[in-house]
Each structure stands twice: as C-alpha cells, then as structure tokens.
C-alpha cells in the first residue's frame, strides 16, 4: 500500500531559526513530491520534485528529492512567524494523480 | 491563474439532511478530488473523477457519493449527514499530464 510519512509531526521554533522537515514515502511507479504550506485555509504549492539531489529553491525555503533514500527534506531558513502552518508532503499514487499525503508537520514559529 | 472555487466557505446542517457540496475548476483538468480534513488525520480522499461521469472510491467513501456531469464541476453529496461528517471539505483539481493538485478554499461543515 502506498504510504507517505513525515516528521517531526510538529514542531516549535522561535524566530531566525533553520528547521528541516522531513518526508518519506512508499509508492510504486514513483513520478514526483508534492510539497504544500496550509495556513487557516486551502494547502498551498510550494515545490514538486520529480529528480533526486537537484535542490529547489524559493527565497527562505528549500527542498531535496533523494529517491535512493526515498524520502525528501523541506528546509526553512531564518523563520518568520508567517512560517507557522501545517507543511504537507505528497506523492501522487496510480495513473490518475491522486495525492497520497502525509500527516503534515504544524510548524509554529514564535517571536 | 488556476482557480478551484467551492459553494460554501462555512455549512451548519442537522443530522439526517441531505448536503450537497459543490466545486468548479477553470484550468479544464481531466482529474478531481474530494479530500476531508481532520486534525491528526490529515487529508483523506473521499472520491476522485478522472473524466466526466467517471468517479472512483478514495480511502473513505462511506456516507458519501459525488456526481461528475460536466468536466468543470464536481460535487460531494452526504446523503444522510451525520456528526462524524463534521470536518473540513476540501476540493481539488489536477490535469492529467501533471500531478500538480490545486486546492479550492475547502468548506468547514458542521454536523448538529
């Protein structure tokens, strides 16, 4: 059965911290991992990565495929207290596309 | 700009209605999702829509049945709701070339 499993499942961090979030996954016929930000609404895109060691980049975020380990880091550097969310890590199972998620890490950020 | 938009932000319903949650998509994607939301859960898939009238069962689909008339539009019907079906609804889109999944705003329901 295809599984998606992140840690820590939360965390508490005060500003100008680094923190790294991690995401593990079983799935046949691996394609891609989906990384989101959820805030008090819908889940946001942040990254997809579909090729091991190549990192993607966006201002204070970074992430890293390691499709040897199977798993994926999501790197947030010098946090804000805009950072605090959940953080969902995703792997799409099948041909259709539909998202197998991981249980999500809260991340609050404190001043 | 994608836009997955969903009839309710917030639905108070009693035990026994009959709920009807709607979603339209703009980006013309093949693929549709309902998802539930519940904290320690995470999100579970209901039901999907790969075309037009065809849907298949997610992880937890009992309670629940969806209707795929129109590619656009997907909705989730709660024949009978109950309290366990409180949760946060949350619909989603994706094509069928990529697996990148864009969310609607979800609906809170509350069941009394």
């Known amino acids: 059965e295809d599984k998606v499993v992140q840690s820590p499942l939360s965390l508490v961090v005060h500003e100008g911290d680094t923190v790294t979030l991690n995401c593990s996954y079983e799935?046949?016929?691996?394609?891609?991992l989906l990384w989101y930000k959820q805030e008090k609404k819908a889940p946001t895109f942040l990254f997809m990565l579909?090729?091991?060691?190549i990192e993607k980049k966006s201002g204070r975020l970074s992430s890293i495929l390691d499709k040897k380990e199977l798993s994926s880091i999501l790197n947030i550097t010098a946090t804000q207290t805009g950072d605090s969310a959940i953080y969902l890590c995703?792997?799409?199972?099948?041909?259709?596309?539909?998202?197998?998620f991981g249980q999500g890490t809260t991340l609050q950020v404190k001043p | 700009d994608v836009k997955v938009t969903q009839s309710s932000r917030y639905l108070v319903k009693r035990t026994g209605e009959k709920v009807f949650l709607e979603c339209v998509q703009d980006?013309?994607?093949?693929?549709m999702f309902w998802y539930r939301q519940d904290p320690g859960l995470g999100l579970r898939l209901i039901y999907f829509?790969?075309?037009?009238?065809?849907?298949e069962k997610g992880d937890i689909p009992e309670g629940y049945s969806v209707s795929r008339e129109k590619k656009e539009r997907f909705s989730l019907i709660l024949e009978s709701a109950s309290t366990n079906q409180t949760s946060m609804y949350l619909c989603?889109?994706?094509?069928?070339?990529?697996?990148?999944?864009?969310f609607g705003p979800g609906t809170r329901l509350t069941v009394l």
């Open positions: 980006m013309d994607h093949e693929n």
């Open positions: 799935v046949t016929n691996f394609r891609s």
């Open positions: 989603a889109s994706s094509s069928s070339l990529i697996s990148l999944t864009y």
């Open positions: 579909t090729s091991s060691g």
């Open positions: 995703a792997v799409p199972s099948g041909n259709t596309g539909k998202l197998i």
């Open positions: 829509s790969y075309d037009v009238k065809m849907k």
